[in-house]
Structure formats: C-alpha cells, structure tokens
C-alpha cells in the first residue's frame, strides 16, 4: 500500500518532459496543414501549447470537414501547405 502510494505521489509531482520549443515545428497557429493521410486530409492548427502534456505538447487541428483533432507536438505528423503545395521541412 505504501508502495503503491510513493509510486503515485512521485508520478504526480513528476516534472515531465522538456517543453518543447514552439519554433522547433514547422508551422504556428493559423497555418494550413495535411496531415499523413493526404491531400484530402486538410485542415487549420487553431491552438499550440507546448506545456500541456507534461511538456510533450499539444497541437489542435480544425479540418476542413469540421473535425477537431489533438496531436502531441512531438509526434505530430502533420506538414505545412503553402499555396496548395506540401512543404517538407526537415526538423532539428
């Protein structure tokens, strides 16, 4: 029990991880994005935290369709269109 307790006590002030930096990703709110599916796949980012999700981050996505999607901004899969173009952008 005590175990158990210490073991939830240390994941709760748990520090997580480096918030990543918002300039490190490809693109910034407004933006228009495909995600890995294609071009039929396409929407807006409307918000990016990089804090939320014990600093894993977290990006919204409108689509055009009306769907809303959250993906963490370490792992998103998502790439920049500019002028109805894929932009491929290498991340450091």
Request: charged share 20%; aromatic share 8%.
């Amino acid at each position: 029990m005590i175990k158990t307790f210490a073991r939830w006590w240390s994941n709760m002030i748990s520090p997580g991880a480096t918030p990543l930096n918002a300039a490190q990703l490809p693109f910034k709110v407004g933006d228009r994005v495909q995600d890995i599916f294609g071009d039929k796949n396409t929407g807006t980012v409307t918000r990016i935290d990089v804090r939320a999700e014990h600093g894993l981050g977290l990006i919204t996505v409108k689509y055009d369709d009306g769907r809303e999607i959250y993906s963490a901004a370490i792992a998103h899969g998502l790439v920049p269109i500019q002028n109805d173009a894929v932009v491929i952008k290498q991340c450091d």
